[in-house]
């Protein structure tokens, strides 16, 4: 089983024989599982004819043994089944299915995980003839069988999720009817009737998605794990596509605040996550017998519901048992609510953070808007339908939300390939021309697939990117409108989008406004640049002293270089109101982000001592306005599909800093130095951060070479979450006080001479 499950197929097989061989001359049971391996492994060699003769050899040996109502005959026919259906084999595939049905029936009764499997997968062998109403027929009755009090077979109703008696199955069944309901309305001429099956199709989707919630938050065992991280993307993916469908046909103005408040609920709970794993598996202030009793509960409570289930399981189960363990399961959530109140008390931010991952209502997320600003909200499946990932798009600005529904191919993943390795030209074995045209066609054909479709929707200049899969790789400032001429040979004169609008990004709609409300006319910076002197593996960076000096031309502050740059003194640091701004190198972990880090000075300590570690940094709290991640790579990191991308930058905003400048891959020492010392500059003035980042880019470019305008030089930095300003404009102050101290004294003037006028008169 274990060369199966290492892909080693011939290994297995000659296994599997030896296997056989030891079972038939000593007569041990269990033969009829051997040939089910046979006939799993010879089913991944595509091998039809040896697959098919092993799954009967099997049913065979078990119906002569046990008897054609053998209850573990039914799993038999499961897989015979599913791979009878993989080789267009329906008929067939339905005939074993049925089978199953019966045996199941016959040893659990009507109400059972597996006879509602039975039924599950009786409906997707009609989904797959294409016979929708009977796949619908057969997912009520699976949802009738997986829930205690529900026997209603009207497909237009639904049983209450709490009576469930396996989540992940009533989950399954619910996103199956879902689907088979959305089918169905596609073929129905009367408009009333496709918007009676949408509308079912969206109550059941919905209930699915609260499955999802309560799984998320209790304990979740190995398999739902594995069940959300394949499954829950699709199931948001479905839920918005269903309710985009009554929209178009109904054109309700509430709806779409409905589906963009599905499309945010998918982004908030891996937030969610993430910090609640983090907050119990890496923080060094939870006391151990906290986190132990923690493990202990959520481990007794996994165990506890997997007896519950095996017991069900049975022909005969034990109701005494269960009862049993049901009241012990009982206990054991308490137990766990209090154990979840101890952690609040004991990290008071930790509570405050998991709300702030909250999907704001539209209403609020519209008041934090300026007037100016529009948040662009990508949503991509991360699996292809008929060659194609559904991609939805929403628009949400001061006064409006509007989305849009399209698809990307598979040229988007290669584009998107493209973009993030083969924008530094010294990683290319590509001649100059060849790599020019290769970049540039993907730069505009991210134009054209991602920021065309809604550009016309567009009304402000000043956009939030809040990105979903592989776009999290993406610069938008520098997206082609137009390919280059067939004779151009450079960047010289290209229209990127950064000469028309401001981009920021964010990791969910909530998060752009964590806003820090301290004083800003007295903003300082702490800047940590390391010189790597001692370290053989860390490369000087040069161009850090020169901008690390600029930035002190325009703030006050207290530079960390050299051997001060250590993580003790970042540490000593994180709680003050100022800007943080660091320097330095990181390192990516490409296996797992937790462990990438930042590189601090060590000296005369352990190189291991000056990592800081992106867990560590997540775990922290930080009331900076401001984290500049002026390193490689910062922004760069882990892509999990569903999930999104996990980096350094992530961490800073997860700790709370209200908003991260981060670099989406390795960056030029020198012309970092430039944009950073421009943006700082910019910042002084009391620009926004977005607006700040901008101008100091077409600063760059204004006075870049030709060959220097590759985006490779300019667009790896990019403002993530709050734009507001983080310093007083005094230019602007100053201003402001010559004018009212010149119309002070006019009106001054202007008075005494009335006054002496009048005297004068009397």
């Given at each position: ?478 997206f082609l409108k137009n390919k280059p001429g067939s004779g151009q040979a450079d960047y010289e004169g290209l229209k990127f989008l950064i000469n028309e609008y401001t981009f920021s990004y964010g990791y969910s709609s909530s998060l752009i406004f964590i806003k820090n409300n301290r004083i800003l006319k007295r903003t300082k910076v702490f800047a940590f640049s390391p010189d790597y002197e ?33 993580k003790q003194n970042f540490k000593s640091v994180l709680l003050k109101q100022d800007i943080l701004h660091l320097a330095m190198h990181s390192m990516s972990d490409s296996i797992n982000s937790k462990y990438s880090f930042l590189m601090f000075d060590t000296h005369d300590l352990n190189e291991d001592e000056g990592k800081m570690y992106n867990y560590e940094i997540s775990l922290t709290r ?104 983080v310093a007083v404009n005094r230019k602007g102050f100053m201003i402001i006080a010559i004018l009212v101290t010149i119309a002070s004294c006019v009106i001054f003037v202007y008075f005494r001479r009335r006054k002496i006028f009048s005297e004068r008169s009397l």
């Open positions: 089983i274990i060369e199966f499950e290492l892909g080693k197929y011939d290994k297995a097989i000659n296994l599997f024989k030896k296997s056989a061989e030891i079972k038939a001359k000593h007569k041990i049971g269990g033969l009829a599982l051997v040939y089910l391996n046979y006939a799993k492994t010879y089913e991944k060699q595509n091998n039809f004819k040896e697959a098919n003769f092993f799954y009967s050899k099997s049913i065979n040996t078990f119906t002569s043994e046990y008897g054609e109502s053998y209850y573990r005959l039914a799993e038999v026919y499961f897989d015979y089944g599913l791979f009878l259906r993989s080789k267009n084999k329906n008929v067939e595939a339905l005939d074993a299915h049925r089978k199953a049905l019966i045996i199941c029936m016959k040893n659990y009764g009507k109400k059972h995980t597996l006879v509602s499997l039975s039924y599950k997968y009786l409906g997707d062998d009609f989904i797959t003839q294409s016979q929708p109403d009977s796949a619908l027929y057969y997912y009520q009755r699976a949802l009738i069988a997986i829930t205690k009090k529900f026997d209603n077979q009207d497909v237009f109703s639904n049983p209450s999720i709490d009576s469930s008696l396996f989540d992940i199955r009533l989950l399954d069944n619910l996103k199956s009817k879902a689907q088979a309901l959305e089918t169905i309305s596609g073929q129905q001429n009367d408009e009333d009737q496709k918007l009676k099956y949408l509308k079912t199709g969206l109550g059941t989707i919905e209930l699915a998605l609260q499955i999802i919630d309560r799984i998320r938050n209790n304990y979740m065992t190995e398999e739902s794990r594995i069940y959300l991280a394949e499954n829950e993307k699709e199931t948001y993916i479905l839920a918005v596509h269903i309710a985009s469908v009554i929209y178009f046909i109904t054109h309700d103005p509430k709806m779409p605040e409905r589906i963009y408040g599905i499309a945010q609920k998918e982004k908030a709970a891996i937030l969610r996550d993430e910090i609640t794993g983090n907050q119990v598996l890496y923080s060094p202030e939870m006391p151990d017998s906290l986190r132990n009793n923690l493990n202990r509960v959520a481990g007794n409570i996994a165990a506890y519901t997997n007896l519950v289930l095996e017991e069900n399981r049975k022909i005969q189960p034990n109701t005494i048992k269960i009862a049993l363990w049901k009241d012990a399961l009982f206990d054991m959530n308490r137990e766990k609510e209090a154990l979840s109140r101890e952690t609040d008390s004991i990290f008071p931010g930790y509570h405050d953070l998991i709300v702030k991952t909250q999907p704001f209502s539209l209403a609020l997320l519209q008041k934090n808007l300026g007037k100016d600003e529009t948040i662009i909200d990508y949503l991509l499946s991360n699996k292809y339908s008929d060659g194609k990932r559904k991609l939805y798009i929403f628009l949400i600005s001061k006064n409006s939300l509007d989305f849009r529904e399209t698809f990307l191919d598979s040229a988007f993943a290669r584009n998107a390939e493209t973009i993030r390795k083969t924008s530094n030209p010294s990683l290319s074995s590509d001649s100059y021309k060849e790599r020019f045209t290769t970049y540039s066609d993907a730069l505009n054909y991210m134009y054209l697939n991602l920021f065309k479709p809604v550009e016309e929707l567009i009304r402000e200049k000043k956009l939030i990117v809040i990105p979903d899969e592989e776009i999290g790789w993406l610069p938008f400032d520098s001692k370290s053989s593996k860390a490369a000087y960076l040069k161009g850090t002293g020169l901008e690390i000096q600029s930035i002190f031309k325009d703030f006050g502050g207290e530079s960390f270089s050299g051997t001060e740059a250590t930080i009331k900076s306005p401001m984290v500049v991640l002026s390193a490689c790579n910062s922004g760069s990191g882990t892509l999990y599909f569903g999930e999104g991308l996990m980096s350094l930058a992530r961490g800073f905003t997860l700790a709370g800093a209200s908003s991260v400048i981060k670099t989406a891959w390795d960056i030029n020492d020198e012309s970092s130095a430039a944009i950073m010392t421009s943006f700082y500059n910019f910042l002084s003035e009391g620009k926004e951060k977005d607006v700040a980042m901008r101008l100091a880019k077409l600063e760059y470019l204004k006075n870049a070479s030709p060959e220097a305008k590759n985006p490779y030089y300019w667009a790896a930095y990019e403002v993530l979450g709050d734009n507001s300003s």
